[in-house]
């Protein structure tokens, strides 16, 4: 019997959230340019520029608790933490977009991904991350790692790239990403390193985490 076209689910193209999600489940990362509409990133941008000017950023550290701490080779890069009970209208659309991907992920990758951790990033000229995992020595519940970039017109020869070791086997092989306004970079954050190289000029990026409850083994 022939199937009666009204009896097939509508057919409607992948949201971009639905797109991303089956980037990450094929390859563990993606590259994903225009996120969010080009008035949002500025208004974004804006923001951070503001906070930053105003001294809001705060010196990052390298690993958790009370192992936290300042080092200088590993890491230079600034950052003002974002509180969820407090988003100016412009981060409230940003969590509200990063909300629809995670219901993607969840629905299509079965991640039970619960909470979203936030924080904006400047690098200053001559500023780094040295490589390094986003997961803390593979413990902790960061899942996926999620770097919307807020730069305008940045060029190849404005540097800070961030270079992502996607063939684990293949370190030379690795993928460098400009951080162009609006553009979203996903990726596992216990299976790739990753690292930012010095930038020329001031470099601003809003960087999430979407964590996972931990298990029974932690
Ligand atoms: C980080 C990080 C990458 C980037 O904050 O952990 O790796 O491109 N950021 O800013
Ligand atoms: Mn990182």
């Known amino acids: 019997m022939a199937l009666h076209a009204s009896s097939l689910p509508p057919k409607r193209p992948p949201t971009l959230p639905e797109q991303i999600a089956a980037t ?25 520029q503001q906070r930053w000017q105003a001294g ?15 080092r200088d080779e590993v ?6 933490w974002l509180d969820p009970e407090a988003l100016s209208a412009a981060q409230r659309l940003y ?28 690098y200053p000229p001559g500023t780094y991350y040295r490589k390094h995992l986003d997961q803390f020595r593979g413990i902790g519940a960061r899942t996926l790692s999620c ?8 060029q190849e020869e404005d540097g800070g790239a961030l270079r992502i070791d996607t063939e ?12 162009k306004g609006g553009r979203l970079v996903t990726f596992f954050s216990a299976r790739f390193l ?22 029974p083994r932690g």
Request: with cysteine.
């Open 56 to 70: 809001h950023f705060r010196r990052a550290g390298v690993g958790r608790g009370a192992e936290l701490r300042l």
């Open 24 to 48: 990450l489940a094929d390859q563990g990362w993606c590259v994903t340019d225009d996120f969010l509409p080009p008035l949002l990133v500025c208004q974004l941008r804006q923001e951070a």
């Open 95 to 122: 969590w509200a977009e990063m909300e629809q991907l995670r219901l993607a992920l969840n629905q299509m990758l079965f991640l039970g991904l619960y909470a979203l951790e936030a924080h904006l990033a400047v």
């Open 147 to 154: 770097v919307l970039y807020l730069n305008e017109a940045w």
């Open 194 to 215: 990753h690292e930012v190289e010095p930038a020329q000029r001031e470099r601003f990026s809003l960087t999430g985490w979407f964590k996972r409850r931990p298990g």
């Open 75 to 80: 890491r230079t890069d600034r950052v003002a």
């Open 168 to 179: 684990p086997e293949a370190p030379e092989r690795s993928l460098a990403v400009l951080p």
